[in-house]
Every structure is written in structure tokens, then in C-alpha cells.
């Protein structure tokens, strides 16, 4: 197990990181207004403190951004699940959800592969490793835990018991619905499945020897691949704004599986490339973050927000957002943390396990 940081530091991001993943996975989306930001630190023991647990749970065993996206993934199908059982609801907050996901229902899933789609990009991309990347940006030690047990433990009593309260009060809000008890079965094994197969696959990367490189390749400029993390995700968004209307609601699956394979495989081969590091992680970052900007005003729109209280929202959150772009990858070439071998996405040839 890594040694925790032992400086005033590791608190600053630690509350940083507490705060930004429920201002970008709510704020900055669109999804709650301006006027709702006196309700945020409602939000931080679910999105902040989940994200925390994902870091400190990557940091802790010696893992890397792979084991992140599993784990993000898995918070939220947990969220989305058992927390708010917007999976499973169809008439969840008053939205007709088991029509507009209809044509992709399985029932041997109890919900919808598009919905399913939807839950892991938003909540595995920007409530956890968007965050988490670009509070990384301001440390020095990138791969350093930032809690001890005893901050590990209460951060997890605050997550299970915002958790607990946020479902009660939408069983509540939601008409009293309750999922079945296969609904309920299907998403455990599913939220387990990611969990495991974050650590089972990846192993730990402490005292990291050299990566394997398959190429003499140099990986490209960090600004190259902050315009992909870009245009990937926005495709994505704009597939979801465009296609979903016009064209069979499994196109727009197949859609999604293309763009999940290809940032597969540029992440892959760049990050097995010379040069590859944390400036490549902040850019990737910022790319998705950026993302969010215009999306959050689309996003807003449809919310049927008032247009002022919309606009200002898009205004402060977005001038906030690309503030903070511009820090990180300040401090990111300013702090010059060393490339972490552990981060790219290991594979059959690439994996070893370090004791």
C-alpha cells in the first residue's frame, strides 16, 4: 500500500476534489440551476466523497487511471441504481424514461442498454475521473494517497450515509417506486462485476519498473490529445442531441461502442508511446471538461429553465470551467510530476504485476 502524502496539501485537494466532482457532474451539465447552489453540499457526500473513494481506492493499491474508469463506472451504475433507481424507473422525476429508452429495454437487464450507456459515460467521465484528474494536476506526487484509514473510514460512513438518506428521499420524491427484486439482483452483479475486474485486471503499479513500449513513437503534443478527449466526447453528446431522433435506437448503441473502442484504442497506443505522462492525463481532462461547457447550455435549455437564470449559469459555471482548465495545465507543466508508468492502460502484453 503507497504511503499517504503527509502535507497540508493533501487536504486542499481533498476538499477540492469533495467540491468539483458534484460542481461538474451537476453545475456545469446543466442539471442544476444557478439558483440550487446553496444545495451543494447536499451533493458532496455521494459525488465528492465517491470520487474521493475511487482515488484513494486507485492510489492506495498502486493503480492508475484504467482501475479509475472501472471503478467511476461502477459508482455509477450505484447511483443511477440502488441510490435514485433511475435504471429502473420509467417515470423517474417525472420524465418519461421507459418511453425514450424503449427500443433498447432488455429484460433480462431490467432496463435499457442506451440508459445503461448513458449512466457509465456521464458519471465515469465527469463525476469521478474528470475531477480527479484535474485536482491530480495541482500535486506534485500524482500517485500518492491523500487519506489515511481514518480518513478513508469516515469518508466512507459520509458516502453510505448520503447515500442512504439521497434514496430515501427519492423513493419519496419518485411515487414510492421500489425495482424488483431481479432489477435489484441484476445491478449488483453488474456493479460488482466492474469492481472486481478494476483490480483483477490491472495490477498495482508501486515501485513501477520502465513501461514496455511497443513502438520508438513519440506520444503526441498534450494539446493533440486534449482536441480528441474533445471531439470524442462531444461526439458522443451531439450523437445523443442528433441521432437518437432520426435514426434505430440501436445505430445510436452501435454509436456509442464505436466511439468507446476507438478512445479505447487511441488511449492504448499513445500511452505506450515515449513521452506519454500527467500533462497527457490534464489534457485529456480539460478536453472532456470543455466538453461540458456547451453542453451545459443545451442542457440547460432543456431543462425549461427560465432563460436568465439559464444563461447565468452557463456563464458562471463555463467561466469557471475553463478557469480551472487553465490552472491545471499550468501547474501540471509547472509541477513536472513523473510520467506514471502505471497509468496506461495495461494489456495482455503490457500488464505486470509489482510487488
Known sequence: ?????????????????????????????????????????????????GALLVREAARHTGRGRPTMLLLGAAYGLFEEGPVDQMLWNPH??????????????????GTSVALLQDVVSMHMVWSICV???????????????????PGLSVTALVFVTGSLFLAASQYTDNGRFMASAWQWAVGAVMIAALILTAF??????????????????TAPRPWRTGCAAFALT???????????????DWAVVAFWFA??????ALGVRWSRRHGWGAAHHVAVAVGALLTYVWVGVVHAAEMGLPPVIGL???????AGALALAVSAARAVRRHRPDTAPDEAPPTASTTTAHG
Not at 133 to 149: M, T
Not at 259 to 264: E, G
Request: proline fraction near 9%.
Open 1 to 49: 500500500m503507497n504511503h499517504v502524502r503527509r502535507t497540508p496539501h493533501r487536504w486542499r485537494s481533498v476538499i477540492a476534489l469533495l467540491l468539483l466532482a458534484p460542481l461538474v457532474g451537476e453545475f456545469l451539465l446543466g442539471n442544476a440551476p444557478v439558483t440550487a447552489l446553496g444545495s451543494l453540499p447536499l451533493l458532496v457526500p455521494l459525488y465528492g466523497c
Open 92 to 109: 423517474y422525476g417525472g420524465f418519461d424514461f421507459g418511453l425514450l429508452y424503449a427500443g433498447t429495454h432488455l429484460p433480462v437487464l
Open 131 to 149: 475531477p480527479i484528474a484535474l485536482v491530480e494536476a495541482f500535486s506534485r506526487d500524482q500517485r500518492r494517497p491523500w487519506l489515511g484509514r
Open 200 to 217: 483483477a485486471a490491472f495490477g498495482p503499479g508501486r515501485n513501477p519498473q520502465p513501461t514496455i513500449r511497443t513502438t520508438d513513437a
Open 234 to 248: 462531444s461526439a458522443y453528446w451531439a450523437g445523443q442531441q442528433l441521432l437518437r431522433d432520426h435514426i434505430p
Open 259 to 264: 466511439l468507446a473502442a476507438l478512445a479505447t
Open 312 to 318: 447565468a449559469g452557463n456563464v458562471l459555471f463555463g
